[in-house]
């Protein structure tokens, strides 16, 4: 079964963090990685850019109009995310609370299944 | 070598049968059942490259067997080397008598059979379902070594990455190994206890390939097909266990339905809907011979069960003279034996349709309290099923909705908001 443990990332409670804790997280997010790498869990992993450097397209009429800035004006945005493919749901939180963005204070990770796919090299 | 130019379907089986025979004469032989795994693999390879071009080896056991061995011994050979080096010993002597002796000669004569006469897939089969791996785990060991199929093919089957499936496999051999695990059968209670393990882990094959369990595709046949090869191969190794036969038996009545399941399009069919002149004849006869003979003779089971009732469906010539008196007594029986969620919300339509949809429906109540069973877009579906059948439309709908929400499966999903639909 396939998940998206998703990031769901907040600028002032990152901010907030102490420069050792924002290095526990960076090494965190790598042990997180080799641990699914090697258990054959990991699919893929990706960290998007500030939410400053999006872009909404929206087609009207056939005309697109673009307007700079994230589609939700929020305080938490996507901040990245994991795709994993693991035995059950109950294993897909057991590697979200590995995450280490699940122990920080004001973060959590959401995990919500795949249902379709299409374009990974399987 | 005969001259044939292609690698056809038949050839392709033969080959793979063959490939746990010469994989379980190479571990006997040489133990390292990682590095013998990877030179059976890499003379899968070969042969899929060389043989279209030269020639098909007119014993296809023996020439894989052959080329597995060489593959070994290079490895061993190179290792060995590094030892030297290492060690200033001299290690090459038993490298080079393995030459001279490869497996197929040495060991069984190119007739996949070890000294003993003794057939290594089961002893395989154990091992690749070892107790200290996942059923994931299980699952893609299996069907590299015992299937042989290849990594890319196994991940492809999957949805997954080959590099996903390839640190997968190459875990699970390392954990086997971590284990202690030695290429003997278990005995005794160990075997009781190991036996339904594999044939869980066959199960789960078929079960994927039949139902995918998310994406687009209902099916996935290839899968669906190897669990049944497989299957086949330890029923021809354990003809006198009734759980094999009503295994085969449950995998061949299920899948005898195959064409008959879907739309062109990929639309679900369900059962009351379907063509029964599509199914597959001869895998029904085949399946109600096994589980007939099986629960004549032997301990009764949950797949003998399972394929019971599969052969109870499968024998009613259209929906409406289903014998569902006698598939709810089935599911009583299993019930007792192997109680579970899934069971009882199987037991709960045949219920209602024996005895009328509100008993049925009185049997899920207590399935929303149970952890295993309440998110379950099954249970959704199933009491939407029950509703629409006692003519509680507005309820019904809400349900199929529900049901469509949850399911991770998109044909599903279909046929549930198609079901809501035709009910507002």
């Known amino acids: ?93 057991e590697l979200a609370a590995l995450i280490p963005d699940a122990s920080v204070p004001g973060l959590a990770i959401e995990v919500r299944p795949v249902m379709f796919s299409n374009g990974l090299e399987v | ?24 004469a190479l571990v006997r032989r040489y133990g390292h059942f990682d590095e013998c795994e990877d030179a059976v693999q890499e003379a899968l390879l070969a042969a899929a490259v060389q043989w279209p071009e030269q020639g098909i080896p007119d014993n296809a056991q023996a020439w894989l067997s052959t080329v597995a061995t060489r593959r070994l011994v290079d490895q061993i050979r190179g290792e060995t080397a590094r030892r030297r080096r290492e060690e200033a010993d001299f290690q090459r002597q038993p490298a080079d008598r393995q030459v001279e002796r490869p497996a197929d000669q040495a060991v069984d004569g190119g007739t996949g059979l070890d000294g003993t006469g003794q057939d290594d ?9 070892h107790p200290s791996l996942t059923e994931a785990s299980q699952v893609a060991l299996t069907l590299r070594a015992v ?31 971590a284990a202690g695990a030695s290429f003997t059968q278990p005995e005794g209670a160990d075997r009781q206890g190991r036996l339904p393990v594999v044939l869980h882990v066959l199960y789960l094959i078929f079960n994927e390939g039949y139902t995918a369990s998310s994406g687009t595709q209902l099916q996935r046949a290839d899968l669906a097909a190897e669990a049944i090869r497989l299957t086949r191969a330890v029923r021809r190794l354990l003809p006198e266990d009734g759980e094999v036969a009503g295994l085969l038996a449950l995998m061949l009545l299920t899948d005898a339905r195959r064409a008959a399941r879907a739309t062109e399009d990929g639309a679900l069919i369900p ?13 029904i006869a085949e399946g109600l011979a096994l589980v007939g003979g099986a629960m004549a003779s032997s301990e009764l089971g949950v797949y003998q069960l399972q394929a019971a009732i599969a052969g109870v469906h499968v024998q009613a010539e259209r929906a409406e003279v289903t014998d569902w008196p006698q ?23 045949a219920v209602a349709m024996t005895e009328g949809p509100q008993s049925g429906l009185a ?11 309440a998110g379950h877009h099954r249970l959704a579906a199933v009491r939407a ?16 909705q529900l049901a469509a929400r949850r399911t991770a499966s998109l044909p599903e999903q279909r046929y549930l908001t198609a079901r809501a639909a035709r009910l507002s």
């Open chain 2, 1 to 24: 070598m005969t001259g044939s130019a292609t690698v056809d379907r038949g050839v392709e089986d033969q080959l793979r049968e063959a490939a746990p025979r010469v994989l379980g």
């Open chain 2, 271 to 283: 059962l009351a809907e379907q063509d029964r002149g599509r199914w597959d004849r001869a895998a």
């Open chain 2, 385 to 400: 099923h029950l509703l629409e059948l006692a003519g509680d439309r507005v309820a019904a709908r809400e349900a199929y």
């Open chain 2, 121 to 129: 897939t089961l002893t395989l089969l154990f091992l690749c379902c």
């Open chain 2, 363 to 373: 049997l899920l109540a207590p399935l929303d309290s149970d952890s295993r069973m």
């Open chain 1, 1 to 93: 079964m396939q998940f998206l443990l998703i990031m769901h990332n907040n600028p002032a409670v990152w901010d907030a963090l102490t420069d050792s804790e924002r290095d526990a997280v960076v090494t965190g997010h790598g042990q997180f990685i080799k641990t699914i790498q090697e258990s054959g869990e990991l699919i893929v992993t990706q960290g998007l850019a500030d939410p400053s450097k999006s872009a909404v397209v929206r087609v009207r009429n056939g005309v697109p109009a673009v307007t700079d800035g994230p589609y939700l004006e929020a305080k938490e945005f996507l901040g990245g995310y994991y795709l994993v493919d693991c035995a059950s749901r109950e294993r897909a939180l």
């Open chain 2, 327 to 349: 598939i709810q007594v089935l599911y009583q029986i299993l019930e007792r034996i192997w109680p579970n969620p899934m069971v009882t919300l199987n037991r709960a339509i």
């Open chain 2, 147 to 177: 299937g042989a199929l290849s990594t890319e093919q196994i991940a492809h089957a999957f949805l997954v990455p080959e590099a996903t499936m390839g640190a997968r496999i190459s875990r699970a051999k390392q954990r086997v190994k």
